[in-house]
């Protein structure tokens, strides 16, 4: 191990020397910033992106278990929560009974305002050594990691 992965190793700092580990370690310290700046919120990561994905518009709730790649009774119990709320309104597909339509309330369209002035808040601080030129190549970078369970075989 060089003298600078030693040093980051015994400090806590990321672990340098495996990509899908120094991924990890930046995510999870990600994930806790998040959560903490939604704190203010009341919101918890997954029903901050359900609103987000509801503010380009109404859409079913099928389209949303595929959006958030969940088991259709996660979408359940999370738009049980936003509608108890009032953040979420559900309605039957009046073409097709069986279809569930969600949209956002104009109170979750508010709790979303407030959810991207936290969330900008925290990214500023998170990239706040980076160039915007670096934050675009970041951006562009992870968009391209195969991460989705279809991509990913682990060997197999």
């Given at each position: 191990?060089?003298?600078?992965?030693?040093?980051?190793?015994?400090?806590?700092?990321?672990?340098?020397?495996?990509?899908?580990?120094?991924?990890?370690?930046?995510?999870?310290?990600?994930?806790?910033?998040?959560?903490?700046?939604?704190?203010?919120?009341?919101?918890?990561?997954?029903?901050?992106?359900?609103?987000?994905?509801?503010?380009?518009?109404?859409?079913?709730?099928?389209?949303?278990?595929?959006?958030?790649?969940?088991?259709?009774?996660?979408?359940?119990?999370?738009?049980?929560?936003?509608?108890?709320?009032?953040?979420?309104?559900?309605?039957?597909?009046?073409?097709?009974?069986?279809?569930?339509?969600?949209?956002i309330?104009?109170?979750?369209?508010?709790?979303?305002?407030?959810?991207?002035?936290?969330?900008?808040?925290?990214?500023?601080?998170?990239?706040?050594?980076?160039?915007?030129?670096?934050?675009?190549?970041?951006?562009?970078?992870?968009?391209r990691?195969?991460?989705?369970?279809?991509?990913?075989?682990?060997?197999?």
């Amino acid at each position: 191990m060089a003298a600078q992965e030693e040093d980051a190793a015994q400090a806590g700092g990321p672990p340098v020397d495996r990509l899908g580990f120094l991924l990890a370690w930046h995510g999870g310290i990600t994930d806790t910033l998040i959560r903490k700046a939604l704190g203010a919120t009341g919101l918890t990561p997954r029903q901050a992106m359900t609103l987000m994905h509801l503010a380009d518009g109404p859409v079913t709730q099928k389209a949303l278990i595929e959006w958030l790649a969940v088991d259709p009774s996660v979408v359940v119990g999370l738009l049980n929560d936003l509608e108890t709320d009032g953040l979420v309104r559900r309605r039957r597909d009046p073409g097709d009974r069986r279809r569930h339509i969600v949209e956002i309330t104009p109170e979750g369209t508010e709790r979303l305002r407030t959810t991207d002035t936290a969330l900008e808040t925290m990214e500023r601080e998170l990239v706040a050594d980076l160039t915007d030129r670096d934050v675009a190549t970041l951006r562009r970078l992870l968009g391209r990691l195969r991460t989705s369970a279809e991509d990913f075989t682990c060997g197999e």
